[in-house]
């Protein structure tokens, strides 16, 4: 099956006066799409999110609403393709994902945080950590990041690379001026200056501190903070090689390989599933 190079014409918005006044008086107009116009079925897609995406927020109470949208004869929920995302192969690798699925400000800063370590002649279990060590805020979820992305690729690259994800984590909210890691400036100007992490985040990075793969973790927080610099411009392409020797690709493409992370990795296929 040929690499897809482009993405399709997305569907369209439906016109807010074509909805029920429940929908557009709800803010839910973005959710309902329009078919493309060469679609084989003419009904409209209803795009039902998470409830991790919603709570606490207007559209907590939105599901009901537009699953009674969904209902409708001209429409049903989204499962499958959504053709406003590009198709991904039949057995994507991690550079498909990178180009087709994560969120390019994610890409971007993992891509040049790798970049750094490299340049630094860090070892390459710390230049692939790098590499994918925010691959759950770019295609998953903010929340737990390290937790989540750990997890993502622990089937996949050597076991002192999974942990060292994981204990990003919490490591990055406590300095350590003995390796020149001071708390970022940004996570004042993100969080307030009088944020404190969570007691579990504190037992957490109390416990890495011990750990004989500490400085692999601490090493992604390192080149983390000195990463987000909009005018450099780094290719997955430079990094192929390090993904070859040190991120074991699955055959049957990231989702299908019957992994305990599959499940995760078909979620980014198919981001707008209702089930």
Same mark, same amino acid.
């Given at each position: +099956? ?10 369209? @918005? ?33 795009? $039902?999110?998470? *409830? *991790? ?14 699953? *009674? ?11 499958? =393709? ?15 994902? #990178?180009?087709?699925?994560?969120? /390019?400000?994610?890409?971007?800063? +993992? ?5 750094? !370590?490299?340049?630094?002649?860090? =070892? ?42 994981? /204990?990003?984590?919490? &490591? ?12 970022? @400036?940004?996570?004042?100007? #993100?969080?307030?200056?009088? #944020? ?8 957490? !990075?109390? !416990?890495?501190? @011990?750990?004989?793969? #500490? ?9 983390? %903070?000195?990463?987000? =610099?909009?005018? %450099? %411009? %780094? ?12 991120? !074991? @690709?699955?055959?049957?493409? &990231? ?5 305990? $992370? ?14």
């Amino acid at each position: +099956m040929p690499e897809p190079t482009t993405a399709p014409q997305p569907s369209t @918005q439906v016109p807010p006066a074509e909805l029920p006044a429940s929908l557009r008086e709800a803010g839910l107009a973005n959710w309902i799409r329009e078919p493309l116009d060469d679609a084989v079925d003419r009904r409209r897609r209803v795009i $039902v999110p998470p *409830a *991790a995406a919603t709570m606490g927020t207007p559209l907590s109470g939105c599901q009901g609403t537009l699953m *009674a949208a969904a209902r409708r004869s001209d429409a049903v929920v989204m499962m499958g =393709d959504n053709p406003a995302l590009p198709p991904m192969p039949e057995r994507p690798t991690l550079k498909h994902f #990178y180009e087709l699925r994560l969120s /390019k400000t994610g890409t971007k800063h +993992m891509l040049q945080s790798a970049k750094v !370590a490299r340049e630094n002649g860090l =070892d390459e279990k710390v230049i692939v950590a790098c590499l994918v060590h925010d691959i759950a805020i770019a295609g998953l979820l903010s929340a737990n990041h390290g937790y989540w992305g750990a997890q993502m690729v622990a089937p996949y690259v050597d076991e002192e690379v999974a942990w060292a994800i994981e /204990k990003h984590e919490a &490591l990055r909210y406590f300095p350590d001026e003995s390796v020149g890691y001071s708390y970022p @400036q940004s996570y004042v100007d #993100y969080f307030g200056p009088d #944020y404190r992490p969570p007691g579990y985040l504190c037992r957490e !990075a109390e !416990a890495a501190r @011990q750990h004989r793969w #500490y400085m692999t973790s601490r090493l992604i927080t390192i080149n983390d %903070v000195y990463s987000f =610099d909009p005018s %450099v %411009v %780094v290719d997955f392409s430079e990094f192929e090689d390090v993904v070859g020797r040190h991120f !074991a @690709q699955p055959a049957e493409g &990231l989702g299908f390989d019957g992994s305990p $992370v599959a499940h995760m990795w078909r979620t980014m296929i198919w981001p707008n599933n209702f089930l």
